[in-house]
């Protein structure tokens, strides 16, 4: 281990030979986007403004490998390059360094991304490479760190594709009643595993809440500019919560930290498939999909969508959608 941390010190080193502040520039503006304020802009616009369904496909698989990324960075426990030497560091960042988050998120995020844009392979390589480098050049990770990032979010990939339809299928084929116990559930166990991030299993359930739920229901179609504003009014919502809850919440070595963060992250991922959807159409900007339980041949509760006619058909419908749409 040793010899490929020497050797990954070495290459960084000679990357900052080349250094200047137009390339840290450069470097600093392409590592943003890998930075989850990015991930937080961009997905809700794919919810909100596009496609719901593949909003939450990818929402959730960027939420596991988030998860799988905190929980091996707090196994290996190995520091940054530049705390181990303080001369490479250009840019900063907090946490242990193995595996590069911004590098197996990236790829994770535009790996789901590729096949519904053009050219979306291409895309999703070099844009998590670029990213990959810059935290290379930057001195906050080292070569490996971000080989095995890549290596993860291929693992992740690669199981998503093998049996994301089969799970979905299953999921929404369960009661609203056990979709609730299974996301509580999956978000308790996500905390004891690793008690130091609290962040992504309180976007899964509140996110997750929203979902089941039905009254966060609504279609994402419309016109470029009732998007446009869907999408503004979403997103200054999910900032009051996001970043406003950041500024009145105890910071990370005060009492409470951890149990009001979940809380936090939570209410951001409630409003943005519950309360924003919600908000959308008691403006009038975006109307309730067939199945919204605003529709008189739906139903006013959860447990209409559990009936043979309703909740049972819409999975099934939905699963035959998924494996339709991801065939194209």
């Known amino acids: 281990m040793d010899a490929i941390l020497n050797w990954g010190m070495e290459l960084i080193q000679s990357f900052q030979r080349l250094s200047s502040p137009l390339l840290d520039g450069v470097f600093t503006v392409i590592t943003v986007l890998g930075n989850e304020e990015f991930y937080l802009l961009l997905a809700p616009l794919l919810f909100w403004c596009y496609d719901r369904r593949r909003g939450i496909r990818l929402t959730m698989v960027l939420l596991g490998s988030n998860f799988a990324n905190q929980g091996l960075k707090e196994f290996f426990a190995l520091p940054r390059p530049f705390e181990v030497n303080p001369q490479v560091e250009i840019g900063h960042a907090t946490g242990y360094s193995l595996p590069s988050g911004h590098a197996q998120g990236s790829l994770t995020f535009w790996g789901v991304l590729a096949p519904w844009i053009r050219r979306g392979w291409p895309l999703a390589l070099v844009v998590s490479g670029l990213i990959g480098i810059s935290r290379v050049y930057l001195g906050v990770h080292y070569p490996s760190d971000v080989l095995v990032g890549w290596a993860v979010a291929a693992v992740i990939l690669g199981v998503y594709y093998a049996w994301g339809d089969t799970v979905e299928v299953w999921i929404l084929e369960l009661s609203w009643m056990a979709q609730l116990a299974l996301a509580g559930a999956v978000s308790a166990i996500m905390v004891l595993v690793n008690p130091a991030d609290t962040a992504t299993p309180g976007v899964l359930l509140g996110a997750s809440i929203g979902l089941i739920l039905p009254w966060g229901d609504f279609d994402a179609s419309g016109k470029l500019g009732t998007k446009l504003l869907r999408y503004l009014l979403g997103i200054a ?3 009051v919560f996001y970043v406003g809850l950041s500024l009145v919440f105890p910071g990370k070595d005060e009492a409470g930290y951890h149990v009001l963060r979940f809380l936090r992250y939570g209410l951001v991922g409630i409003w943005i498939t519950l309360g924003a959807p919600w908000v959308f159409r008691r403006l009038g900007l975006a109307q309730g999909s067939a199945d919204s339980p605003e529709n008189p041949e739906s139903g006013d509760s959860p ?10 058909q819409t999975a099934q419908g ?10 194209e």
């Open 237 to 239: 919502g999910a900032g």
């Open 318 to 327: 939905q699963g035959d959608t998924a494996r339709q749409e991801d065939g």
């Open 303 to 312: 447990e209409s969508a559990d009936s043979p006619e309703t909740g049972t």
